[in-house]
Protein backbone atom coordinates (compact mmCIF):
# COMPACT_ATOMS: atom_id res chain seq x y z
CA UNK A 1 0.00 0.00 0.00
CA UNK A 2 1.22 3.12 -0.87
CA UNK A 3 1.74 6.27 1.21
CA UNK A 4 -0.94 8.14 -0.06
CA UNK A 5 -3.37 5.65 0.57
CA UNK A 6 -1.97 4.67 3.91
CA UNK A 7 -2.62 8.38 4.97
CA UNK A 8 -6.13 8.47 3.49
CA UNK A 9 -6.97 5.28 5.08
CA UNK A 10 -6.02 6.98 8.56
CA UNK A 11 -7.65 10.01 7.51
CA UNK A 12 -11.00 7.98 6.91
CA UNK A 13 -10.40 6.32 9.96
CA UNK A 14 -10.39 9.70 12.47
CA UNK A 15 -13.24 10.68 10.68
CA UNK A 16 -15.25 7.40 11.59
CA UNK A 17 -14.20 7.72 15.22
CA UNK A 18 -16.71 8.09 18.29
CA UNK A 19 -14.72 10.32 20.54
CA UNK A 20 -13.41 12.47 18.19
CA UNK A 21 -16.78 13.60 18.07
CA UNK A 22 -17.31 13.89 21.24
CA UNK A 23 -14.40 16.32 21.70
CA UNK A 24 -15.18 18.43 18.75
CA UNK A 25 -18.88 18.77 20.04
CA UNK A 26 -18.06 20.12 23.42
CA UNK A 27 -15.18 22.78 22.53
CA UNK A 28 -18.40 24.38 20.35
CA UNK A 29 -20.17 24.11 23.35
CA UNK A 30 -17.35 25.65 25.32
CA UNK A 31 -16.98 28.34 23.03
CA UNK A 32 -20.51 28.86 23.05
CA UNK A 33 -20.54 29.25 26.95
CA UNK A 34 -17.63 31.72 26.91
CA UNK A 35 -19.64 33.83 24.27
CA UNK A 36 -22.58 33.95 26.39
CA UNK A 37 -20.39 34.41 29.49
CA UNK A 38 -18.37 37.38 27.82
CA UNK A 39 -22.04 38.72 26.61
CA UNK A 40 -23.69 38.79 29.95
CA UNK A 41 -20.55 40.20 31.90
CA UNK A 42 -20.83 43.56 29.02
CA UNK A 43 -24.41 43.59 29.99
CA UNK A 44 -24.14 43.54 33.44
CA UNK A 45 -21.32 46.09 33.63
CA UNK A 46 -23.84 48.19 31.39
CA UNK A 47 -26.32 47.88 34.00
CA UNK A 48 -23.60 48.68 36.65
CA UNK A 49 -22.71 51.45 35.49
CA UNK A 50 -26.99 52.76 34.95
CA UNK A 51 -27.02 51.73 38.05
CA UNK A 52 -24.26 53.88 39.29
CA UNK A 53 -25.53 56.76 37.37
CA UNK A 54 -29.13 56.62 39.24
CA UNK A 55 -27.79 56.66 42.09
CA UNK A 56 -25.92 59.37 41.90
CA UNK A 57 -28.60 60.97 40.69
CA UNK A 58 -31.11 60.00 43.27
CA UNK A 59 -28.10 60.93 45.94
CA UNK A 60 -27.97 64.18 44.60
CA UNK A 61 -31.78 64.62 44.26
CA UNK A 62 -31.63 63.68 47.88
CA UNK A 63 -28.98 66.03 49.06
CA UNK A 64 -31.15 68.79 47.64
CA UNK A 65 -34.32 67.84 49.12
CA UNK A 66 -32.42 67.63 52.18
CA UNK A 67 -31.11 70.80 52.04
CA UNK A 68 -34.49 72.26 51.12
CA UNK A 69 -36.08 70.39 53.74
CA UNK A 70 -32.83 71.61 56.47
CA UNK A 71 -34.07 75.25 55.15
CA UNK A 72 -37.42 75.70 55.31
CA UNK A 73 -36.97 73.51 59.04
CA UNK A 74 -34.83 77.02 59.48
CA UNK A 75 -37.20 79.32 58.22
CA UNK A 76 -40.13 77.89 60.29
CA UNK A 77 -37.80 77.90 63.85
CA UNK A 78 -37.05 81.73 62.56
CA UNK A 79 -40.27 82.40 62.37
CA UNK A 80 -41.61 80.70 65.26
CA UNK A 81 -38.48 82.26 67.51
CA UNK A 82 -39.83 85.88 65.59
CA UNK A 83 -43.33 84.98 66.47
CA UNK A 84 -42.26 84.00 70.38
CA UNK A 85 -40.16 86.97 70.59
CA UNK A 86 -43.14 89.27 69.19
CA UNK A 87 -45.73 87.80 71.31
CA UNK A 88 -43.19 88.09 74.48
CA UNK A 89 -43.78 92.39 74.01
CA UNK A 90 -47.08 92.44 72.68
CA UNK A 91 -49.51 94.74 74.48
CA UNK A 92 -52.13 92.56 74.29
CA UNK A 93 -52.60 89.53 75.86
CA UNK A 94 -52.51 86.13 74.23
CA UNK A 95 -53.92 83.23 75.65
CA UNK A 96 -53.78 79.70 73.57
CA UNK A 97 -56.54 76.74 75.41
CA UNK A 98 -56.25 73.23 74.27
CA UNK A 99 -59.85 71.50 73.71
CA UNK A 100 -60.15 70.43 77.33
CA UNK A 101 -60.38 74.34 78.34
CA UNK A 102 -56.55 74.25 79.62
CA UNK A 103 -54.21 77.48 79.05
CA UNK A 104 -50.98 75.69 77.24
CA UNK A 105 -49.64 79.27 76.56
CA UNK A 106 -50.08 83.08 77.45
CA UNK A 107 -47.42 85.71 76.79
CA UNK A 108 -46.74 88.38 79.88
CA UNK A 109 -48.76 90.96 78.68
CA UNK A 110 -51.94 88.39 79.80
CA UNK A 111 -50.70 87.69 82.90
CA UNK A 112 -50.07 91.40 83.72
CA UNK A 113 -54.37 91.63 82.61
CA UNK A 114 -54.98 88.02 84.67
CA UNK A 115 -52.90 86.93 86.77
CA UNK A 116 -49.63 84.96 87.20
CA UNK A 117 -49.04 81.51 86.09
CA UNK A 118 -51.50 81.17 83.95
CA UNK A 119 -50.23 77.65 82.32
CA UNK A 120 -51.78 74.81 83.21
CA UNK A 121 -55.26 76.48 84.39
CA UNK A 122 -58.36 75.90 83.57
CA UNK A 123 -59.78 78.73 81.66
CA UNK A 124 -63.21 79.38 83.32
CA UNK A 125 -61.65 78.85 86.43
CA UNK A 126 -59.48 82.24 85.66
CA UNK A 127 -62.76 83.82 84.09
CA UNK A 128 -63.98 83.61 87.64
CA UNK A 129 -61.48 84.79 89.62
CA UNK A 130 -60.14 87.85 87.42
CA UNK A 131 -63.47 89.03 85.99
CA UNK A 132 -66.05 91.25 87.35
CA UNK A 133 -68.84 92.06 84.52
CA UNK A 134 -70.81 95.46 84.71
CA UNK A 135 -73.96 96.53 83.90
CA UNK A 136 -71.85 99.70 81.56
CA UNK A 137 -69.79 97.33 80.19
CA UNK A 138 -70.73 97.06 76.46
CA UNK A 139 -68.56 95.32 74.44
CA UNK A 140 -65.88 94.86 76.95
CA UNK A 141 -65.52 93.24 80.23
CA UNK A 142 -64.17 95.05 83.44
CA UNK A 143 -61.91 92.88 85.82
CA UNK A 144 -61.67 93.16 89.44
CA UNK A 145 -58.66 95.34 89.37
CA UNK A 146 -60.78 97.89 87.57
CA UNK A 147 -59.53 97.38 84.02
CA UNK A 148 -61.96 97.73 81.05
CA UNK A 149 -61.07 94.49 78.67
CA UNK A 150 -61.98 93.26 75.30
CA UNK A 151 -62.15 89.90 74.59
CA UNK A 152 -61.72 87.77 71.14
CA UNK A 153 -61.59 84.40 70.44
CA UNK A 154 -60.76 82.23 67.76
CA UNK A 155 -61.15 78.54 67.34
CA UNK A 156 -58.29 76.41 66.59
CA UNK A 157 -59.65 73.89 64.58
CA UNK A 158 -58.43 71.24 61.82
CA UNK A 159 -59.54 73.41 59.05
CA UNK A 160 -57.03 75.58 59.99
CA UNK A 161 -53.76 73.81 59.69
CA UNK A 162 -53.72 72.94 63.66
CA UNK A 163 -54.52 69.02 64.38
CA UNK A 164 -54.45 69.81 67.97
CA UNK A 165 -57.47 71.43 68.48
CA UNK A 166 -58.48 74.25 70.87
CA UNK A 167 -58.91 78.43 71.12
CA UNK A 168 -56.93 81.26 70.53
CA UNK A 169 -58.00 84.41 72.67
CA UNK A 170 -56.65 88.08 72.33
CA UNK A 171 -57.17 90.48 75.41
CA UNK A 172 -56.66 93.94 74.78
CA UNK A 173 -56.73 96.69 77.29
CA UNK A 174 -59.05 99.71 76.42
CA UNK A 175 -58.96 101.32 80.51
CA UNK A 176 -57.29 104.64 78.93
CA UNK A 177 -58.93 104.29 75.46
CA UNK A 178 -62.39 104.55 77.25
CA UNK A 179 -60.99 107.09 80.06
CA UNK A 180 -60.17 109.49 76.98
CA UNK A 181 -63.04 108.58 75.48
CA UNK A 182 -65.13 109.84 78.27
CA UNK A 183 -63.06 112.99 78.81
CA UNK A 184 -63.68 114.35 75.11
CA UNK A 185 -67.52 112.97 75.79
CA UNK A 186 -67.30 114.80 78.74
CA UNK A 187 -65.91 117.79 77.21
CA UNK A 188 -67.96 118.12 73.94
CA UNK A 189 -70.83 117.16 76.03
CA UNK A 190 -70.02 120.67 78.60
CA UNK A 191 -68.67 122.73 75.07
CA UNK A 192 -72.28 121.67 73.86
CA UNK A 193 -74.02 122.63 76.65
CA UNK A 194 -72.58 126.14 76.76
CA UNK A 195 -73.74 126.69 73.15
CA UNK A 196 -77.11 125.39 74.08
CA UNK A 197 -77.74 127.96 76.97
CA UNK A 198 -76.21 130.36 74.12
CA UNK A 199 -78.19 129.20 71.33
CA UNK A 200 -81.46 129.25 74.35
CA UNK A 201 -80.79 133.10 75.04
CA UNK A 202 -80.76 133.78 71.70
CA UNK A 203 -84.27 132.41 71.42
CA UNK A 204 -85.69 133.96 74.41
CA UNK A 205 -84.08 137.24 74.07
CA UNK A 206 -86.66 138.68 71.86
CA UNK A 207 -89.92 137.71 73.87
CA UNK A 208 -88.04 138.42 76.85
CA UNK A 209 -87.33 142.24 75.82
CA UNK A 210 -91.23 142.40 74.80
CA UNK A 211 -92.41 141.02 78.07
CA UNK A 212 -90.38 143.57 80.24
CA UNK A 213 -91.26 146.83 77.92
CA UNK A 214 -95.37 145.43 78.76
CA UNK A 215 -93.84 144.64 82.38
CA UNK A 216 -92.97 148.90 82.00
CA UNK A 217 -96.11 149.66 81.28
CA UNK A 218 -98.09 147.91 83.65
CA UNK A 219 -96.37 149.91 85.98
CA UNK A 220 -97.27 153.11 85.17
CA UNK A 221 -100.38 154.15 87.59
CA UNK A 222 -102.31 156.55 85.00
CA UNK A 223 -102.70 153.42 82.69
CA UNK A 224 -106.57 152.94 82.54
CA UNK A 225 -108.42 149.25 83.11
CA UNK A 226 -108.52 148.75 79.07
CA UNK A 227 -104.83 149.26 78.31
CA UNK A 228 -103.88 147.84 81.36
CA UNK A 229 -105.36 144.25 80.45
CA UNK A 230 -104.08 144.95 76.63
CA UNK A 231 -100.34 144.87 78.23
CA UNK A 232 -101.27 141.90 80.97
CA UNK A 233 -102.30 139.99 77.56
CA UNK A 234 -99.59 140.72 75.63
CA UNK A 235 -97.03 139.87 78.29
CA UNK A 236 -98.56 136.93 79.00
CA UNK A 237 -98.36 136.14 75.50
CA UNK A 238 -94.60 136.69 75.27
CA UNK A 239 -94.15 134.70 78.40
CA UNK A 240 -96.15 132.03 77.05
CA UNK A 241 -93.84 132.58 73.59
CA UNK A 242 -90.75 132.00 75.77
CA UNK A 243 -91.81 129.07 77.14
CA UNK A 244 -92.30 127.86 73.76
CA UNK A 245 -89.42 128.93 72.81
CA UNK A 246 -87.70 126.60 75.49
CA UNK A 247 -89.79 123.74 74.87
CA UNK A 248 -88.70 124.17 71.07
CA UNK A 249 -85.23 124.11 72.17
CA UNK A 250 -85.63 120.75 74.46
CA UNK A 251 -87.59 118.58 71.17
CA UNK A 252 -84.59 120.10 69.17
CA UNK A 253 -82.03 118.21 71.36
CA UNK A 254 -83.91 115.66 72.05
CA UNK A 255 -84.87 114.83 68.40
CA UNK A 256 -88.49 114.56 68.45
CA UNK A 257 -91.64 116.75 67.62
CA UNK A 258 -95.22 115.55 67.60
CA UNK A 259 -97.29 116.31 65.31
CA UNK A 260 -101.08 116.70 66.31
CA UNK A 261 -102.40 119.74 65.27
CA UNK A 262 -104.48 120.21 62.04
CA UNK A 263 -104.62 123.59 61.39
CA UNK A 264 -104.91 125.68 58.11
CA UNK A 265 -102.37 127.86 56.65
CA UNK A 266 -104.49 131.19 57.17
CA UNK A 267 -104.40 130.27 60.70
CA UNK A 268 -100.54 129.79 61.09
CA UNK A 269 -100.25 132.69 59.08
CA UNK A 270 -101.71 134.74 61.70
CA UNK A 271 -100.05 133.25 64.33
CA UNK A 272 -96.59 134.47 62.91
CA UNK A 273 -97.97 137.61 62.35
CA UNK A 274 -98.85 137.64 66.07
CA UNK A 275 -95.46 136.65 67.14
CA UNK A 276 -94.09 138.94 64.85
CA UNK A 277 -95.70 142.05 65.76
CA UNK A 278 -93.12 143.22 68.50
CA UNK A 279 -89.87 142.47 66.58
CA UNK A 280 -91.37 144.48 63.50
CA UNK A 281 -92.31 147.21 65.76
CA UNK A 282 -89.70 147.48 67.44
CA UNK A 283 -87.50 147.68 64.59
CA UNK A 284 -89.24 149.69 62.65
CA UNK A 285 -89.59 146.80 60.11
CA UNK A 286 -92.63 146.04 57.88
CA UNK A 287 -93.85 142.92 56.39
CA UNK A 288 -96.29 142.18 53.27
CA UNK A 289 -98.10 139.16 54.44
CA UNK A 290 -99.48 137.57 51.22
CA UNK A 291 -101.89 133.86 51.73
CA UNK A 292 -102.41 132.67 48.01
CA UNK A 293 -103.94 129.69 49.28
CA UNK A 294 -105.73 128.57 52.54
CA UNK A 295 -105.15 124.60 52.65
CA UNK A 296 -104.83 122.34 56.15
CA UNK A 297 -101.40 120.64 57.27
CA UNK A 298 -100.81 118.30 59.90
CA UNK A 299 -97.81 120.20 62.16
CA UNK A 300 -96.95 121.18 65.36
CA UNK A 301 -97.87 124.67 65.54
CA UNK A 302 -95.87 126.28 68.13
CA UNK A 303 -92.62 124.52 66.60
CA UNK A 304 -93.58 125.78 62.94
CA UNK A 305 -94.09 129.36 64.34
CA UNK A 306 -91.34 129.32 66.32
CA UNK A 307 -88.76 128.18 63.26
CA UNK A 308 -90.87 131.16 61.13
CA UNK A 309 -90.03 133.37 63.23
CA UNK A 310 -85.98 132.57 63.31
CA UNK A 311 -86.18 133.28 60.04
CA UNK A 312 -88.32 136.35 60.49
CA UNK A 313 -85.99 137.66 63.19
CA UNK A 314 -82.51 137.17 60.77
CA UNK A 315 -84.07 139.56 58.20
CA UNK A 316 -85.01 142.05 60.96
CA UNK A 317 -81.38 141.68 62.02
CA UNK A 318 -79.41 141.96 59.03
CA UNK A 319 -80.42 145.32 58.44
CA UNK A 320 -80.59 146.20 62.41
CA UNK A 321 -83.98 148.42 61.59
CA UNK A 322 -86.10 149.24 58.62
CA UNK A 323 -86.27 145.87 56.95
CA UNK A 324 -88.14 145.02 54.43
CA UNK A 325 -90.00 141.49 54.24
CA UNK A 326 -92.05 139.21 52.60
CA UNK A 327 -94.27 136.18 53.71
CA UNK A 328 -95.80 134.53 51.02
CA UNK A 329 -98.24 131.17 51.36
CA UNK A 330 -98.51 129.38 48.46
CA UNK A 331 -99.90 125.55 47.16
CA UNK A 332 -97.24 124.33 45.14
CA UNK A 333 -96.24 120.40 43.81
CA UNK A 334 -92.04 120.85 44.37
CA UNK A 335 -92.34 117.86 46.44
CA UNK A 336 -93.19 115.30 43.84
CA UNK A 337 -94.10 112.22 46.39
CA UNK A 338 -96.83 114.36 47.71
CA UNK A 339 -99.76 114.04 45.39
CA UNK A 340 -102.10 116.78 47.52
CA UNK A 341 -98.87 118.84 46.89
CA UNK A 342 -97.54 121.16 49.91
CA UNK A 343 -97.60 124.36 51.01
CA UNK A 344 -94.76 126.76 50.52
CA UNK A 345 -93.61 129.20 52.94
CA UNK A 346 -91.44 131.96 51.50
CA UNK A 347 -90.34 134.54 53.62
CA UNK A 348 -87.47 137.13 51.66
CA UNK A 349 -85.97 140.18 52.80
CA UNK A 350 -84.01 143.01 51.17
CA UNK A 351 -80.84 142.58 53.42
CA UNK A 352 -77.32 142.04 52.27
CA UNK A 353 -77.51 138.64 51.56
CA UNK A 354 -75.34 135.98 52.46
CA UNK A 355 -71.96 135.10 50.39
CA UNK A 356 -71.83 131.62 48.20
CA UNK A 357 -69.31 130.11 50.02
CA UNK A 358 -71.06 130.87 53.21
CA UNK A 359 -74.89 129.58 52.00
CA UNK A 360 -73.78 126.37 51.34
CA UNK A 361 -72.80 125.85 54.90
CA UNK A 362 -75.47 127.99 56.55
CA UNK A 363 -77.80 125.29 57.57
CA UNK A 364 -74.95 123.77 59.91
CA UNK A 365 -75.04 123.78 63.31
CA UNK A 366 -73.27 126.76 65.24
CA UNK A 367 -72.89 128.18 61.80
CA UNK A 368 -73.42 132.37 62.17
CA UNK A 369 -72.11 135.34 60.75
CA UNK A 370 -73.26 137.69 63.83
CA UNK A 371 -71.07 138.26 66.44
CA UNK A 372 -73.43 137.51 69.33
CA UNK A 373 -75.06 134.89 67.13
CA UNK A 374 -75.19 130.87 68.12
CA UNK A 375 -75.63 129.57 64.80
CA UNK A 376 -78.69 127.49 66.44
CA UNK A 377 -81.10 129.53 64.44
CA UNK A 378 -81.44 127.59 60.93
CA UNK A 379 -80.23 124.45 62.47
CA UNK A 380 -83.40 124.76 64.73
CA UNK A 381 -85.30 125.31 61.66
CA UNK A 382 -84.17 122.52 59.81
CA UNK A 383 -85.14 120.10 62.17
CA UNK A 384 -88.59 121.23 62.31
CA UNK A 385 -89.57 121.37 58.86
CA UNK A 386 -87.53 117.68 58.57
CA UNK A 387 -89.75 116.58 61.37
CA UNK A 388 -92.99 117.61 59.54
CA UNK A 389 -91.59 115.45 56.42
CA UNK A 390 -90.94 118.85 54.44
CA UNK A 391 -87.61 120.29 53.13
CA UNK A 392 -85.90 123.35 53.83
CA UNK A 393 -84.24 125.59 51.20
CA UNK A 394 -81.87 129.00 51.21
CA UNK A 395 -82.05 131.91 48.09
CA UNK A 396 -79.49 134.10 48.16
CA UNK A 397 -77.01 136.90 46.12
CA UNK A 398 -74.61 139.27 48.04
CA UNK A 399 -76.77 142.61 48.40
CA UNK A 400 -80.23 140.85 46.98
CA UNK A 401 -81.58 139.85 49.88
CA UNK A 402 -81.94 136.15 51.13
CA UNK A 403 -85.11 134.19 50.34
CA UNK A 404 -86.10 130.93 52.94
CA UNK A 405 -88.35 128.74 51.33
CA UNK A 406 -90.00 126.03 53.49
CA UNK A 407 -92.40 123.37 52.13
CA UNK A 408 -94.67 121.33 54.36
CA UNK A 409 -96.78 118.97 53.09
CA UNK A 410 -100.70 119.61 52.88
CA UNK A 411 -102.73 116.95 54.96
CA UNK A 412 -104.30 114.07 52.86
CA UNK A 413 -107.41 113.09 54.43
CA UNK A 414 -107.86 110.07 52.48
CA UNK A 415 -104.66 108.62 53.85
CA UNK A 416 -104.32 110.38 56.95
CA UNK A 417 -107.50 110.23 58.77
CA UNK A 418 -108.02 112.69 61.88
CA UNK A 419 -108.73 110.77 64.82
Same mark, same amino acid.
Given at each position: =? #? ?13 ? /? ?10 ? @? ?52 ? =? ?39 ? &? ?28 ? #? ?70 ? #? &? ?13 ? =? ?50 ? /? ?20 ? !???? @? ?25 ? !? ?59 ? !? ?11
Amino acid at each position: =M #SGEASLNAIVAAQEN /DPLLDIFTNKQD @SLAAAFAFFNETSEQLTRSYHLLEQKVAQLNGELQRVSAEKDQEQSGREQLANR =MQALLEVLPAGVIVLDTRGFIVDANPAAETLLAKDLVGRVW &RDVIAESFAPKNDDGLEVSTKSGRRISVAT #SSLDGSRGNRSGGQLILLTDLTETRRLQQHLSRSERLSAMGKMVSALAHQVRTPLSAAMLYAEHLCHNNLDS #S &RRDEFSQKLYGRLQH =MERQVRDMLLFVKSELPLNELISSKDLLQGIQAAAEMPLSTSHSTCNWQLHS /DVLIKCNREALISAIMNLINNS !IQAV @SENAEISVQMRRGYELPEKATGNLCIE !ISDKGPGIAADLLNHAKDIFVTTKSQGTGLGLSVVQSVVRAHGGTFNLYSEPGEGVTALLQ !IPIYDAAHQPLS
